[in-house]
């Protein structure tokens, strides 16, 4: 069984840090693509940041040059550093991962995921 498991949010300062985890169980994480999405509240789930199991990745415009996905194969987990956090980046943060395996495309929609973790709560203060 597939778990993924988000942690690291937080309150932090607008032009602060925080770095997300997502680790994975049942599963070499490695070999499959992982994506990152939010949904702040009134709003609709949107793409972050999407890695495939070869390291390519796609950003959403609003986080390009911000926010830098990366993996720890070691340690089954996928990471999102977020540095010069906005308060529009306040959100519940959810990591995501497909059913298949060593797909070469980098998912940026939701529906394309097959596995989704609880969510992480990120509030960025003014």
């Known amino acids: 069984q597939v778990q993924l498991v988000e942690s690291g949010g937080g309150l932090v300062q607008a032009g602060g840090s925080l770095r997300l985890s997502c680790a994975a169980s049942g599963r070499t994480f490695s070999r499959y693509a992982v994506g990152w999405f939010r949904q702040a509240p009134g709003k609709e789930r949107e793409f972050v940041v999407g890695?495939?199991?070869?390291?390519?990745?796609d950003y959403a415009d609003s986080v390009k040059g911000r926010f830098t996905i990366s993996r720890d194969n070691a340690k089954n987990t996928v990471y999102l550093q977020m540095n010069s956090l906005k308060p529009e980046d306040t959100a519940v943060y959810y990591c995501a991962s497909t059913r298949l395996s060593f797909t070469t495309v980098v998912h940026t929609s939701g529906g394309q995921y097959d596995f989704w973790g609880q969510g992480t709560q990120v509030t960025v203060s003014s």
């Open positions: 890695i495939n199991w070869s390291g390519s990745t």
